[in-house]
Antibody
């Protein structure tokens, strides 16, 4: 079965850093674009970033560009999100989501999410 | 940026009702639109992609349609398990979600 499992969330002070991980299993990881999507509890979904299977193409939402870095280790079947210069408005549940092989950015498998809280 | 405007924000319905949720894109997105269902405390679940293609395992009472930049999710006969929040999402350029529609018991 396809599974993606996020980890690394927690409480961090404004201006701080955090690295999220997403462990994938049950599919050929290198073949798929992978994405991060976030959701403030009780609010809507916001796409954050995506990375192509071989890591050669990366895109970010305007709200995180220059502060967040997405990467992947295909040998470990793991996706990462390095978050720097964190702000209160980055507080959210962060989901790892599988995209497609073709690059179409819809998401057929999601993790349970990991909560990031930015607060002093 | 492409915006998607979803309506209504809340829908009060009864089991067995036909439910229609609409999304309008700010420009042509060539049917690159998906629909998701989200229940409290859970991750979203893909229902429809490419405006009208039903994801494997999703009940056939869910359907999607498109007319220009207007997209519709229809639940033909609402079941108890269908009370949830529904989101549309365009993926023509990056990805943008609609604001969500909460389907509640009347």
């Amino acid at each position: 079965d396809v599974q993606v499992v996020e980890s690394g969330g927690g409480l961090v002070q404004p201006g701080g850093s955090l690295r999220l991980s997403c462990a994938a299993s049950g599919f050929t990881f290198i073949s798929y674009w992978m994405h991060w999507v976030r959701q403030v509890p009780g609010k809507g979904l916001v796409w954050v970033s995506r990375i192509k299977g071989d890591g050669s193409r990366i895109t970010y939402a305007d709200s995180v560009r220059g502060r967040f870095t997405v990467s992947r280790d295909n040998a470990k079947n793991t996706l990462y999100l390095q978050m720097n210069s964190l702000r209160a408005e980055d507080t959210a549940v962060y989901y790892c989501a599988r995209g497609t092989i073709s690059g179409a950015s819809y998401f057929d498998h999601w993790g349970l999410g990991t909560l990031v809280t930015v607060s002093s | 940026d492409i915006q998607v405007t979803q309506s209504p924000s809340t829908l009060y319905v009864s089991v067995g009702d036909r439910v229609t949720i609409t999304c309008r894109a700010s420009q042509s997105i060539n049917n690159w639109l998906a629909w998701y269902q989200q229940k409290p405390g859970k991750a979203p679940n893909l229902l429809i992609y490419e405006a009208s293609s039903l994801e494997t395992g999703v009940p056939s009472r869910f359907s999607g349609s498109a007319s220009g930049t207007e997209f519709t999710l229809t639940i033909s006969s609402l079941q108890p398990d269908d009370f949830a929040v529904y989101y549309c999402q365009q993926y023509h350029t990056d990805a943008t979600f609609g604001q969500g529609t909460k389907v509640e018991i009347k």
